[in-house]
């Protein structure tokens, strides 16, 4: 860690105090750090007003403000919060401090990029989200137990398009699988029964939080 990375600035949409609405740690309190920017444009994305504007912090004011709101558990997220040179660096300083980090990243960057301590939670794009051809697939190798796939599922062709990846991969057993329904487009009993019928080795998974708050609500 160098001497100055707490004078290193990140583009920063919002910060906030929630409950996790997905990953293994749904239901959890967790605070989240929301970069600006994307290198992807999913046609299912639900936070495309991180796409630009925000506010340039450093990495200490970062630091004060999940500090002032008192949470162990911290996401970085986006936008994709691996485009970010100060990322690396906040994640490490989170680390030293104490805090279980979670990173949610799209899978088109080397998520080897994380400290080691943090959690990668990759959503790999499946072919209805419009991204599939900029998925990095040497990450799946980069993947360790503690770390969560994220498959979000619109269609049937998603559904067994995900199934192929996880066997021609052996991705059962390496890491959390969590396949979860495109909100609005697949309800999940649809995708449930699928899991169900194939006896498939993942775990569903809902937007927790459009459960709670309006779907489009920010800062939840």
Not at 18 to 30: D, F, K, M, N, Y
Not at 44 to 57: L, V
Not at 125 to 150: F, H, I, M, V, Y
Not at 154 to 178: I, M, N, S, V
Request: charged share 25%.
């Amino acid at each position: 860690m160098g001497a100055n990375d707490l004078d290193l600035l990140l583009p920063v949409c919002e910060i906030f105090a929630s409950i996790q609405g997905e990953s293994t740690h749904a239901g959890e309190l967790c605070t989240f750090v929301r970069t600006v920017g994307c290198n992807l444009r999913c046609n299912y994305c639900d936070t495309a007003y991180a796409y630009s504007g925000g506010t340039a912090m450093r990495l200490r004011d970062v630091l004060a403000e999940v500090a002032r709101l008192e949470l162990p558990l911290v996401e970085l997220t986006g936008g994709e919060p691996l485009l970010e040179p100060a990322a690396p660096a906040l994640m490490r300083l989170l680390c030293d401090r104490g805090y279980r980090v979670l990173c949610e990243t799209n899978g088109s960057l080397d998520i080897s990029l994380c400290d080691p301590r943090v959690v990668r939670i990759m959503d790999l794009k499946t072919p209805s989200s419009g991204e599939a051809a900029r998925n990095d697939l040497a990450n799946l190798a980069r993947l360790r137990l503690q770390d969560e796939l994220k498959l979000v599922i619109g269609e049937r062709a998603d559904y067994e398009w995900a199934k192929a990846l996880l066997a021609e991969h052996a991705l059962a057993g390496r890491c959390t699988l969590l396949l979860a329904p495109m909100f609005g487009r697949l309800a999940p009993r649809e995708l449930a029964q699928w899991i169900l019928d194939d006896k498939l080795a993942v775990r569903l998974q809902v937007q927790l939080h459009k459960l709670i708050w309006d779907p489009a609500a920010r800062g939840v």
